[in-house]
């Protein structure tokens, strides 16, 4: 037999922010939670294109503004997450929006 490979660009890795939204602010007190197939607590964190914490927790607490990314050995790496430090900011859930939904904007400071 034979496996198919995942669609190009495809990624089994995935970074779940709380609270789920975008853009995530430091203030908000921001919990990063690397999740996906691979070793768990085997998780490798990646901060601003730098590898930061090896074999470190699959959740934490963000205390420093920047872009984050994770991988599990064996899963690959994660989109990337942005947590800004902004004085006022605009979100919109983190999720897939399309045409025609209602959607609640919050205006943060």
Same mark, same amino acid.
């Given at each position: 037999?034979?496996?198919?490979?995942?669609?190009?660009?495809?990624?089994?890795?995935?970074? /779940? $922010?709380?609270?789920?939204? !975008?853009?995530?602010?430091?203030?908000?007190?921001?919990? *990063?939670?690397?999740?996906? &197939?691979?070793?768990?607590?085997?998780?490798?964190?990646?901060?601003?294109?730098?590898?930061?914490?090896?074999?470190?927790?699959?959740?934490? /607490? $963000?205390?420093?503004?920047? !872009?984050?990314?994770?991988?599990?050995?064996?899963?690959? *790496?994660?989109?990337?997450? &942005?947590?800004?430090?902004?004085?006022?900011?605009?979100?919109?859930?983190?999720?897939?929006?399309?045409?025609?939904?209602?959607?609640?904007?919050?205006?943060?400071?």
């Amino acid at each position: 037999g034979w496996c198919p490979l995942p669609p190009a660009g495809a990624q089994s890795t995935q970074l /779940l $922010v709380e609270p789920p939204w !975008t853009p995530a602010v430091l203030w908000d007190r921001v919990t *990063l939670t690397c999740q996906g &197939s691979g070793t768990p607590s085997a998780t490798n964190w990646y901060k601003d294109g730098q590898r930061w914490w090896q074999e470190g927790p699959d959740s934490f /607490l $963000v205390t420093e503004s920047g !872009t984050y990314r994770c991988d599990r050995p064996g899963a690959g *790496l994660s989109p990337a997450v &942005s947590v800004l430090n902004d004085g006022l900011v605009l979100q919109v859930p983190r999720r897939a929006l399309v045409e025609g939904d209602t959607v609640t904007l919050r205006c943060r400071r």
